[in-house]
């Protein structure tokens, strides 16, 4: 039987079947999974979402929230689904039937209103990706790369000694230790992990107000700045540790909590959610002491595949000890008719003039 594609209210989608799905995805992405959309659809800047589903028989095989972005009312792109919570737009696709999903749902996606369709924070490397490139391939339709970059990500494989030796410097190796040592003084230092069935709301609460200390709270951006970003990240959450998938660390120094991590996990893969520490402990480098403390968690006590910082290209901290890279990419698909097409292609040849300006404008000698 051939596939079959739907458009429905993200409210409308069988939850069974999502949640399996979900579950299933041969690329994790817990950012389009059912209980990470409902607890972000009240975000001041989220539009309210629709999934395009593709089925074969009763079995659903892809699932993509998306939009239509607006600009004065005028409809400009169809696009997967974004906000300020989501770090990955990857479909959720069941191993082996990315190409079937593509072409599916790609003539679905082209009834909606909008130019054409923008697919933002995919992996380049992922199987749906290379699917998708390679269905446009078949049909004769060009795509547009409008954004490209490297994520630090952790691959699982070495122990965390191993990982330390090879992509820390000993220098800083000891650093770190002195700064432990010096922890110790001030207190007792402790190390630990939310278990499961213990209550999430004081861990939350503490990540929020770590986070007002900091640049997020003085900016107006923490998840605490406004009701509707701090409901959202308290049910998301909430609805993971109620699932297990949430894999929540802190820090104390004498039984004051001094940083926090909340991560993600699906399968052997783990997801940076937010990361915050008290300011007034800076001169310690929390964050990087918390970081280095949850290597060993991730390699050597879960075994982990892959950690996705979910971190901006170019990351002060993280790149650091993350030497590796998730590529990155965000892709402009025209719709197959003319104006569509012309649209895309002249956006891609400002975006090239502009980036060749500015590289032009950069002094000589200038550090790349």
Not at 89 to 104: H, I, K, S, T
Not at 159 to 167: D, F, L, Q, R, V
Not at 197 to 212: K, N, R, S, T
């Amino acid at each position: 039987m051939a596939e079959r594609a739907e458009l429905l209210d993200w409210q409308q989608v069988p939850e069974d079947a999502w949640h399996d799905l979900a579950r299933a995805a041969g690329t994790a992405n817990p950012f389009y999974a059912p209980a990470a959309v409902a607890a972000c659809v009240d975000l001041p800047e989220a539009v309210r979402p629709r999934v395009l589903l593709v089925w074969r028989n009763q079995t659903l095989i892809g699932a993509l929230p998306i939009a239509t972005r607006r600009a004065r009312g005028v409809a400009l792109c169809v696009e997967n689904w974004d906000q300020r919570v989501r770090a990955l737009g990857e479909p959720l696709l069941r191993a082996g039937e990315e190409a079937a999903f593509w072409r599916a749902g790609l003539p679905m996606l082209a009834r909606m209103p909008g130019q054409y369709l923008r697919l933002s924070a995919l992996d380049a490397d992922s199987a749906g990706t290379r699917a998708l490139l390679a269905v446009l391939g078949e049909q004769g339709r060009p795509h547009y790369r409008t954004r490209d970059y490297g994520r630090a990500v952790l691959h699982g494989g070495a122990s965390s000694a191993a990982h330390a030796a090879e992509h820390v410097r000993g220098k800083v190796l000891k650093e770190h230790r002195r700064l432990r040592a010096r922890l110790n003084d001030r207190g007792a230092l402790v190390f630990e992990r939310l278990a499961a069935g213990e209550p999430v709301d004081a861990w939350i609460d503490a990540l929020f107000a770590l986070e007002q200390t900091g640049w997020k709270g003085r900016e107006g951006v923490a998840a605490a700045a406004d009701p509707a970003t701090e409901r959202c990240f308290r049910d998301l959450l909430r609805a993971a540790h109620e699932e297990g998938t949430l894999d929540f660390h802190r820090m104390s120094v004498g039984g004051q909590v001094i940083a926090t991590l909340a991560n993600l996990e699906r399968g052997d893969e783990a997801f940076q959610l937010k990361i915050a520490y008290d300011e007034e402990w800076a001169s310690f480098s929390p964050g990087v002491l918390i970081e280095m403390e949850y290597l060993a968690h991730a390699l050597d006590r879960r075994g982990l595949a892959r950690v996705d910082s979910c971190a901006r290209a170019g990351h002060p901290m993280i790149d650091r000890i993350w030497p590796e890279r998730r590529r990155i990419v965000s892709l402009a698909v025209p719709f197959d008719n003319p104006f569509s097409r012309l649209l895309c292609l002249g956006s891609d040849r400002w975006r090239t003039r502009r980036a060749r300006a500015s590289t032009s404008s950069i002094p000589k000698g200038t550090p790349a």
